[in-house]
């Protein structure tokens, strides 16, 4: 998927969000296999302790064993048995003699077996070792392997940075353009959430068309639906978050985003991401593609930088629903700019989209 974004922007800020995204989910995957590693290494210290112990064991129990076959084995230590059970005094010397004789005939085959079940169980976790220790060279490959990935996107993030510095002067004059359509849109939106707030306009679901396959569903309040969103496109990343944050570039200057800017290939598919009436659709000149509002009762939602809508003011909008494409500016940029209002409040809408 970063792949195909890459493919699509030009040198500017699009590419160096692109590679900041790589950056961040190569140090996330680092980070998971530091973590493996540590558990590993945590088990094989555990398995190597009990490798020793049934080595000492069965050495225990084998130079027992040897020992017991060696003194039965001395010819003086050979006398007949049945002269040493009949020889007995009496009956009940006798018994004892033959019982002691079966136990110690018990207890040797018992002892070849106890043997065989160490040896058995000490070739398993030997085996164990083994496995683990491979698998641990090829978590310490593959950490390797990212890491020289991390130190490529770094130099290239470098790389970008410096010639972006370059461009002091013209991405001053985006930013600023930027925040005049931002301040635009910010006015749109807080002059319709006023207009659908009025008790003459009434807010209810309705259907697309007077057919019965498209009647509104019954849905949950919005309220209820934090952190259960639909992302608007099936393939994305989030480039610029929330509120503010200092720019990428400049030194010394901060932004104030009022949504989530969506980085995506071109022409992507938006969806709804939740279900909702089509309260507004609009462009702002000079913002680059439309801007389209779904009204959730008093929560609303906003899709801007998109094209090709396909709906129309009024319509009854399901979860998933295609409204529109993904916009690309002229430098080959493809961002949605996705807004989640209470009234005229600003919501976060990663705290209100699904994590995926």
Known sequence: MLAQIQTQSRVGLGELSLVQAQLQVQGQLIRVLEKELDTLNRYLRKL??????????????????ARMIYQSAKP??????????????????????????????????????????????????????????????RLHQAKKTELSTLETLSQEKKRLLQQLAQQEKQLRQELLNNQRKLAQLD??????????????????????????????????PFARQKGKLAFPVQQGFIAVRFGRQKHPVLDKVYID????????????????????EVS?????????????????????????????????IGDWIETG?????????????????????????????????RRR
Do not use: C
């Open 48 to 65: 190597q302790i009990v490798v020793s112990q049934l080595t000492r064991y069965q050495d225990q129990l084998k130079g027992e064993y």
């Open 76 to 137: 003086s230590r050979q006398p007949n048995l049945l002269l040493f059970v009949f020889s007995a005094p009496d009956f009940h010397q006798l018994y004892r003699r033959w019982q002691y004789l079966r136990q110690y005939a018990q207890a040797r085959r018992e002892q070849v077996v106890h043997l065989q079940q160490v040896k058995q169980l000490l070739e398993e976790k030997e085996r164990q070792l083994k496995d683990y220790k491979d698998h641990k060279d």
């Open 187 to 220: 006015k749109l939106i807080t002059d319709q959430v006023q207009s659908a707030s009025r008790p003459s306009r009434p807010v209810r679901p309705r259907p697309v068309e007077n057919t019965p396959s498209l009647q509104p569903k019954t849905t949950q």
């Open 257 to 276: 985003n009022a949504g989530i800017d969506i980085q995506a290939s071109s022409g992507q598919e938006v969806q709804a991401a939740y279900a909702g």
């Open 280 to 312: 507004t659709i609009a462009t702002i000149p000079g913002m680059g593609g439309q801007v389209l509002m779904l009204q959730h009762g008093e929560y609303f939602t906003v899709y801007a930088r998109i094209k090709n809508i396909r709906v129309k």
């Open 321 to 353: 629903t295609p409204l529109a494409e993904v916009y690309t500016d002229a430098s080959g940029l493809s961002r949605l700019q996705f807004q989640v209002w209470k009234g005229s409040q600003k919501l976060n809408p990663e705290e209100w989209l």
